[in-house]
């Protein structure tokens, strides 16, 4: 079976430009959720979607967005962009939703570089 | 405030020795706790899920344990191998909370061969 895929693997923008990051999960999961990972940060939830709902949202800025699609491929899209947005953004697949014992499956990561 | 602490230094240890991480979190009520090793590069791997009910989970040379009255758990590797090293990170879900997981900064572990 197949892994979390998430392209771009690498991406550089520039502040105020906008970017979108893409996450395939694994077949069969229909719950997709998103983090930012940063050294002085650590990893930190950004939103969850189960059948292309929205179902949790962490601390963040409304220019970080997201959406799931029929397919359960999910996008997220960030506006704006600061150089603090600089991170490895991470996706992580499981297979149900609202019941944290689920496993969390990653993706490799997109590594942004706001310059 | 809420927090999650593992031992912000680099742990290294000798190969066979048995290493342990702690993870103390305060503020927070979870039923779940996870463990999660990350190579550099990659995304985390899930290892562990202990539920607040049990004291303690084992796998191959994998242990975990939660206190929930400390507000800890620890995590071991026995017989240690210089395969082992990597961040390990632990992430509980807040049962009272918005949030799926909350992750802490994680430990890197080194064996030493």
């Known amino acids: ?115 | 405030s809420q927090k999650i602490e593992q031992n912000s230094e680099a742990l290294n240890i000798q190969e066979g020795k048995t290493a342990t991480l702690t993870c103390n979190y305060t503020n927070y009520s979870p039923a779940y706790l996870q463990w999660y090793r990350q190579d550099p590069g990659r995304g985390p791997v899930f290892l562990l899920l202990i539920r607040e009910n049990e004291k303690e989970k084992r796998k191959e040379r994998l242990k975990v344990t939660f206190d929930t009255t400390l507000k800890q758990s620890l995590f071991h590797i026995t017989a240690s191998q210089p395969a082992d090293s990597a961040t390990y990170l632990c992430a509980l879900d807040d049962a009272s909370g918005t949030y799926k997981y909350i992750f802490g900064t994680g430990t890197r572990l080194k064996v030493l061969a």
Not at chain 1, 92 to 103: K, V
């Open chain 1, 1 to 115: 079976k197949a892994g979390v895929t998430q392209t771009p693997r690498y991406l550089i923008k520039t502040r105020g430009q906008q970017v979108t990051l893409s996450c395939s999960p694994i077949s069969g999961h229909r719950s997709v959720s998103w983090y930012q990972q940063t050294p002085g940060q650590g990893l930190q939830f950004l939103f969850e979607y189960f059948s292309e709902t929205q179902r949790n949202k962490g601390n963040f800025p409304g220019r970080f967005s997201g959406r799931q699609f029929s397919n359960s491929r999910s996008e997220m899209n960030v506006s704006t962009l600061e150089l603090g947005d600089s991170a490895l953004y991470l996706c992580a697949s499981s297979l149900g939703a609202g019941t944290s014992y689920n496993e969390q499956f990653f993706g490799p990561g997109t590594r942004l570089t706001v310059l």
